[in-house]
């Protein structure tokens, strides 16, 4: 007898393998059965037939934030429906597990898009825990939605040794007594089954609150002895450093590399941020994947960039948005948490005339090329603007873009919303990125930007890419690779027991129709974030995954959530990496 019974699939296990046609029974959260002859069904509560539809193990999201909301509402519904049964969370340097929680709000929030006025409570009423044991332990006894993963962040393990002053303080070097309880505290995160450490060298990212606000993240200000001293906890142990280069001068990838390396030594396991086809570098992603490929291979380095299959399009309200952050008129404007300080600055002359220069300037770091052209108006008060590009109306009236856009932001504040694409807007260097081996595939940033970007079906957007070529007669790849780079490659690369369908392994799946990666799948919609008192989000639609199982147990079905998804245990899990 089987709990649930999923008959006439075309199963993938997960690990590149072909799809062939099976049974599986599922019992006790595990998958008692996989068989290419009927089961029987006697006594079955759920039997499920999957007829024309792909079956497969869950996908994992490697890359979310998620921090925050997984303690208010840990359903996390917005990837489940998506078919998502693994994230991880604690990306970016910015954990939720050593520091107060004042400081894990300020870390958090203005780098993460997720308003203050609602995380910081949260923490403060439900944050009770100070060590990674005891955060491992609430999470034990948490209801999950799907199973979580999670990095210690660079930031919080800053704070919590130096305090929030000093870890944003660039004349303070931490003491070798310092240096060495951030390495015991490392020890003890990977002891309660971490997946390593995350860290954050773009000096973009600032923190929130009244503090310290405007300063980087403290994981910017640490040199690379500091750095250094911490993956050597995480070579000997087998674990993972989770980085982010300085996109102001790019050099230090190589010093990520270098730490990846195995020469006369065990090799680093090092994921950087992000391999993506930027518009404002278009020369960058066709060479950079095979390079890094080049150089893992000659130097025993284990260095993977993480990319989206997706064009990278995203939304803005006024201008709360990271990308800001990128120059000095942005950066003053953003330190106003005030909306009429900030059109008060707008207005001012000298002000205008820096955001000119900004916008104009050519060359130097960016991620945002800063083309109004590609900048379109899709909601105002004034309706008239709607559809247009800021660049259009610009030379309509004869003004710099710069200056309409201030003066749209004076007149309408956060209600002018525009949207723009920044990276994978050529479809051939996307397919050959998601093909190329020294990438990762993730980065949907699962839970933050709420307002700016939504990225949950990620995984579902790659199997319809795949699907697209394929049937152009251009494959990409096969299907079944792309399955195992979402699911059995994640894992493994990892290092969590997650990704595979097994006899005798964890029944974390979903059912897929390959009928319905369709063109829904790019759309977007807004919906209230659950357990944030109705704050709206960016979120996915489409229905391409019909069924997801966490555990076992029937999660999502036909549009509709188990009814105790996120308030009882017995579905997602804490992973421990290498348990």
């Given at each position: 007898?089987?709990?649930v019974?999923?008959?006439?699939g ?28 009927p ?24 890359h ?10 840990p ?16 990306s ?117 609150g ?24 995480l ?45 404002a570098d ?33 939304y ?134 709420i307002?700016?970007?939504a990225?949950y ?25 792309a ?43 807004e ?35 188990a ?17």
């Amino acid at each position: 007898m089987f709990d649930v019974l999923i008959k006439n699939g075309l199963f993938f296990d997960g690990t590149g393998a072909p799809g062939v046609l099976r049974h599986l029974g599922i019992r006790a959260g595990k998958v008692a059965a996989i068989s290419a002859t009927p089961l029987d069904e006697t006594g079955c509560a759920e039997v499920i037939d999957a007829s024309g539809q792909w079956l497969m193990p869950g996908f994992i999201d490697m890359h979310t934030h998620y921090d925050a909301e997984l303690v208010a509402a840990p359903a996390l519904k917005e990837s489940v429906r998506h078919g998502v049964t693994t994230v991880m969370i604690g990306s970016c340097s910015i954990s939720m597990v050593l520091s107060a929680a004042e400081d894990c709000s300020d870390l958090f929030t203005r780098v993460e898009s997720v308003p203050r006025e609602h995380v910081l409570p949260l923490l403060q009423a439900r944050k009770s825990w100070n060590s990674a044991a005891d955060y491992v332990a609430f999470l034990d006894q948490h209801p999950l939605g799907p199973n979580i993963c999670s990095f210690l962040g660079h930031s919080d393990l800053r704070v919590a040794v130096l305090g929030l002053q000093r870890a944003v303080d660039g004349k303070v070097r931490p003491s070798q007594a310092e240096l060495q309880r951030m390495a015991d505290l490392l020890e003890e995160a990977l002891d309660a089954g971490l997946l390593g450490l995350s860290s954050m060298t773009n000096p973009w990212d600032k923190l929130d609150g009244e503090r310290e606000r405007s300063k980087s993240l403290p994981s910017v200000y640490s040199t690379w002895r500091e750095y250094a001293w911490l993956n050597r906890v995480l070579r000997r142990r087998g674990r993972i450093h989770q980085g982010a280069p300085n996109l102001v001068s790019k050099l230090n990838v190589f010093a990520y590399l270098w730490e990846s390396m195995g020469l006369l030594r065990r090799p680093l396991k090092t994921t950087l941020i992000t391999l993506m086809d930027v518009k404002a570098d278009p020369w960058l992603a066709p060479i950079l994947g095979p390079l890094t490929r080049w150089l893992n291979r000659l130097s025993n380095a284990d260095f993977r960039w993480q990319t989206l299959p997706v064009p990278f399009e995203t939304y803005a309200d006024g201008m709360e948005f990271v990308v800001f952050e990128e120059f000095p008129a942005g950066q003053a404007a953003l330190h106003l948490a005030s909306q009429d300080l900030r059109s008060e600055l707008f207005r001012d002359p000298t002000y205008r005339r820096q955001f000119r220069q900004d916008v104009d300037k050519r060359f130097g770091a960016r991620v945002w090329h800063r083309d109004f052209d590609d900048a379109w108006i899709v909601d105002c008060p004034d309706a008239s603007l709607v559809s247009h590009s800021i660049g259009e109306l610009a030379r309509q009236r004869d003004l710099h873009p710069g200056d309409l856009f201030l003066d749209l932001l004076v007149l309408h504040g956060p209600r002018l919303r525009w949207r723009t694409v920044i990276a994978n807007h050529r479809r051939e260097v996307v397919e050959k990125l998601v093909c190329e081996p020294s990438t990762l595939i993730g980065f949907a940033d699962s839970g933050a930007h709420i307002r700016n970007m939504a990225f949950y079906n990620f995984a579902p957007r790659l199997l319809k890419l795949v699907q697209d070529a394929e049937q152009r007669g251009a494959a990409v790849m096969p299907i079944e690779k792309a399955i195992w780079r979402l699911t059995g490659e994640l894992g493994e690369w990892f290092g969590i027991d997650a990704g595979t369908l097994r006899e005798g392994g964890r029944a974390d799946l979903l059912l897929l129709d390959p009928r319905r990666l369709d063109d829904s799948l790019a759309t977007y919609q807004e919906a209230p974030m659950e357990g944030f008192n109705g704050l709206q989000r960016m979120v996915n639609r489409g229905d391409a995954v019909r069924c997801v199982l966490i555990n076992g147990r029937i999660a999502y079905r036909d549009g509709e959530f188990a009814s105790d998804l996120g308030q009882a245990r017995g579905y997602g899990q804490f992973l421990r990496a290498n348990a």
